[in-house]
């Protein structure tokens, strides 16, 4: 290689001195390249985490307009607030005028009551700063930004509030026959939903799940295919590895045979499985049915059993080929010397193979193994498409029912105490791991 | 051990080739058989006297196929350059210059890479929401970093730390700058490495799945693994389509693999084996 410098520069002589001011820059420059990915990490994988702790928190659900976010304080929403309160006091005072006697009284001190709270809500003045700019746009029909409209008060404001509200509603009711008594009501129950509550709930998410018994359910299936699949892929990864690790004629075409089941999208494989696997015009399904693995084609999808065995097929018939790869770059570490030697002093193939393959294999194995074992604990595409957790919840895997908690009832506090439950178990996975594997795995040689 | 590949070697080998290539023989022969074929009796015939390109012609018209397909391109490409950019940084640094912390770095990276996506998936969409990006592309390459950048950097060290350390020593006396050794005497030689990164990290954002279909809930911005997912009749499964669907995002897979092989082998097994 020729190094080609900018001959206009004088090439710095090198003193002695500048051993240290380089090894100065070195470590600068080093920090300097290393920044932009660590921060992108920090901001994208690292951050995400601990939110989805704090979440977990909470009861935090988006189809809910109360508890969308993450609330510690009372708030009231002031858009909500100022569209109802004003026409609920006119209301009141509207049957106060028409009613007679005790009924009047008792809708004359409601309004004076909700008159006190709006006076208590509005005594704080960085409130009632707000209370005002939010009533202009609203009498000038301009938008309100939410962040404008919603405004920290003091839990016993909220309360009192709240309280009152409730009486209106109660006593209104027990009026019977005011002409708008819908109307009352209607506004007072719109005006409760302006007060947002804290959903802080602590660990409760966690009590919940680790009690419930899908949460195990999905734990013990997810565990079972983990074990099982991974287990299935290093014997057979393994025993593909050994007989290929030889020159033959057509390499290249297996190597590249066994690289598209792993190139190829789960999902569009899970997709294209679902189609073998179909009860009625299946192949695969037929296949099984004639060499009797299942009594009939469509016990495949629709049986427990049925639908957890087509999973690992799958996986099994995707990833095996990639753990015989990693397996063999291992074995193509090992000298034939070794071999040469061994069979000179008579050793058996398999005194070879438990004696030489496995000892010097086993970084490779442990390393494939971490791999595909933490690939397998977090399985969501395959399921989702192939079986979306069914029959009968039999195939749900821990990651599924975490989105379905998620994305279908839009309950993110408890799915994400389902996600930092499978990143716990993540973790103490690869910490069982790493200690067989020892630091091996980050040194530099 | 046994150096020599008898017959029956060869004869396991076919076996093996076959099962393993048999689905996407069938999704083939399936493809281009008439609907009719695809159900009863003829469904397990390995063959079809009637050929038809008619659940190809389907699949481009009954659904936006070729935008899914313009999206996963625009996605992926967008996520791999980016990516590979600031990891080829990141991990020369990790491979070749001396500073305190790197170990702690490269740990941090790896514990990364193996963080479950679904423990990511709530904070990022809920703030993806916020700031308007879902249904775009950079709500899905934001989120693909998490997955591709650690990827990237493990890959790219184990290569750069193959180049033979005695070359910057030599730019190092010829009085060359840290920048000038990286771009004139360590980069060239990293280019097979970083094409090679650069190729599972695009296989990696076009086979992603939870993010995208959970962010990209748009028919026009969906990528092809949901798009082919979500596929739908109006009575029944449109299995003709599927098939047909399959072997396209499959054809170009084969020519990619067989093209690329010996990169994809050596990428997919540097940080795997200790040499």
């Known amino acids: ?445 | 051990m046994n150096k020599k590949a008898g017959p029956l070697f060869y004869i396991f080998l076919a076996i093996f080739v076959f099962a393993v290539m048999f689905p996407f023989l069938w999704m083939l022969v399936s493809s281009i058989k008439p609907i009719t074929e695809l159900f009863g009796d003829k469904a397990f015939t390995p063959f079809t006297s009637h050929p038809t390109f008619e659940n190809y012609v389907s699949v481009f018209t009954n659904y936006p196929f070729l935008k899914y397909l313009w999206n996963s391109f625009v996605v992926s490409g967008i996520t791999t350059l980016y990516t590979v950019l600031i990891a080829s940084f990141t991990a020369y640094a990790i491979a070749r210059l001396q500073f305190k912390g790197k170990t702690v770095i490269l740990g941090l990276v790896l514990s990364v890479s193996m963080f479950p996506q679904i423990a990511t998936i709530s904070p990022i969409y809920i703030l993806l929401k916020n700031i308007g990006l879902t249904n775009s592309y950079l709500g899905l390459i934001i989120p693909y970093t998490t997955v591709t950048l650690p990827l990237s950097i493990w890959i790219l060290v184990t290569f750069f730390r193959k180049i033979p350390f005695d070359l910057e020593e030599a730019a190092k006396m010829d009085g060359a700058s840290l920048m000038q050794t990286y771009w004139k005497v360590i980069l060239p030689l990293a280019v097979p490495g970083i094409f090679t990164t650069a190729i599972l990290v695009f296989i990696a954002a076009w086979n992603e799945f939870l993010f995208a279909l959970t962010i990209n809930t748009d028919d026009k911005l969906k990528t092809v693994p949901v798009g082919i997912a979500m596929f739908e009749g109006q009575f029944t499964v449109p299995w003709g389509d599927i098939t047909a669907a399959t072997v396209i995002v499959t054809i170009p897979l084969v020519i990619m693999v067989l093209l690329f092989q010996r990169r994809i082998v050596s990428g997919l097994t540097s940080g795997a084996v200790k040499e």
């Not at chain 1, 002031?78 to 509207?94: A, M, V």
């Not at chain 1, 009590?207 to 999905?218: E, G, I, Q, V, Y």
């Not at chain 1, 014997?235 to 057509?250: C, E, P, R, S, T």
């Not at chain 1, 791999?371 to 919840?393: C, E, I, K, S």
């Open chain 1, 1 to 445: 290689m020729e190094v080609k410098l900018n001959p206009k520069k004088q090439p710095k002589p090198v003193k002695p001195s500048s051993g240290n001011k380089r090894k100065a820059s070195e470590s600068r420059l080093g920090y300097m390249l290393v920044a932009p990915s660590l921060i992108l990490i920090l901001l994208i994988a690292v951050w995400p985490v601990l939110q989805s702790f704090y979440y977990s928190m909470f009861d935090l659900r988006l189809n809910n307009p109360t508890k969308s976010e993450v609330n510690l304080s009372y708030h009231i929403d002031l858009e909500k607030y100022l569209n109802s309160y004003p026409f609920l006091i006119t209301t009141l005072e509207d049957e106060a005028g028409k009613a007679a006697g005790s009924a009047a009284d008792t809708l004359n001190g409601l309004v004076k009551e909700l008159k006190d709270v709006d006076a208590g809500i509005q005594s704080d003045a960085a409130v009632k700063k707000q209370y005002d700019q939010v009533d202009d746009k609203l009498t000038n029909m301009e938008p309100v930004s939410d962040e404008l409209s919603s405004v920290k008060v003091d839990k016993a404001d909220a309360m009192k509030l709240d309280e009152t509200l409730h009486k209106v509603s109660a006593k209104v009711k027990a009026l019977k026959g005011l002409e708008n008594e819908e109307d009352a009501l209607g506004l007072s129950s719109s005006l409760n939903e302006a007060v947002i509550k804290p959903n802080f709930i602590g660990l409760d998410h966690y009590k919940s799940n680790l009690t419930d018994k899908r949460m195990w359910m999905a734990i013990w299936n997810t565990s079972a295919f983990t074990i099982i699949s991974v287990f299935i892929e290093l014997v057979i990864g393994l025993a593909i590895a050994l007989l290929i690790n030889k020159a033959f004629f057509g390499r290249g075409l297996v190597r590249a045979t066994i690289l598209i089941p792993w190139a190829i999208p789960t999902a569009v494989s899970a997709k294209m499985w679902q189609f073998l696997y179909d009860g009625q015009n299946g192949v695969v399904a037929k296949i099984f049915e004639k060499v009797g693995l299942v009594d009939n084609a469509t016990d495949l999808l629709t049986s427990n059993i049925g639908a957890m065995f087509s999973i690992i097929f799958t996986d099994v018939w995707k990833t095996t080929p990639y753990m015989a790869l990693l397996l063999l770059a291992g074995l193509q570490t090992i000298s034939s010397s070794l071999y040469e030697a061994a069979s000179i002093d008579g050793a058996t193939k398999w005194k070879q193979f438990t004696t030489i393959t496995l000892p010097l294999l086993k970084s490779s194995i442990l390393v494939a193994l971490l791999f595909r074992t933490l690939d397998a604990f977090r399985v969501f595409d395959l399921v989702y498409v192939l079986t979306g957790g069914g029959p009968a919840n039999s195939t749900e895997t821990i990651s599924i029912l975490a989105y379905k908690r998620m994305f279908e009832q839009t309950n993110f506090g408890d799915g994400s105490a389902l996600s930092v439950i499978v990143f716990v178990c993540v973790a103490v996975i690869s910490m069982i791991f790493i200690k067989f594997l020892g630091r091996d795995l980050l040194n530099d040689k």
